[in-house]
């Protein structure tokens, strides 16, 4: 099971963490990623991580503004959004146990219920 946590409503160019905590198996033993759903539109890759790989994805519209990590101890991973845009605003969703290099899900992955952010002034 994910839990999510730490959506909420941010002026642009605010900071969000999200935090996303496993319970059940091990975040570590998994590939993980972030990912979100806008309003009428599909649900697209944020960013993602390898297990010990090094590979890391994020898509080009958060490059240098996100920034995806995990902590093994409180088994949990995190997503630290900065700079936020009117166009971040969205309901995000992690996910383990991805293909890192392109962000997809496998099939049968677990998902968090979703946190939404809202960047409005």
């Known amino acids: 099971q994910l839990v999510e946590s730490g959506g909420g409503v941010v002026q642009p160019g605010g900071s969000l963490r999200l935090s996303c905590t496993a319970s059940?198996?091990?975040?570590?033993?998994?590939?993980i990623g972030w990912f979100r759903q806008a309003p009428g539109k599909g649900r697209e890759g944020v960013s993602c991580?390898?297990?010990?790989?090094?590979?890391?994805y994020y898509a080009d519209s958060v490059k240098g503004r996100f920034t995806i990590s995990r902590d093994s101890v409180k088994n949990t991973m995190y997503l630290q959004m900065n700079n936020l845009k009117f166009e971040d605003t969205a309901v995000y969703y992690c996910?383990?146990?991805?293909?890192?290099?392109?962000?997809?899900?496998?099939?049968?992955?677990?998902w968090g219920q979703g946190t939404p952010v809202t960047v409005s002034s």
């Open positions: 996910a383990s146990d991805v293909y890192p290099a392109d962000c997809r899900v496998r099939p049968g992955a677990p």
């Open positions: 059940g198996f091990t975040l570590d033993h998994y590939p």
């Open positions: 991580l390898g297990v010990s790989d090094g590979i890391s």
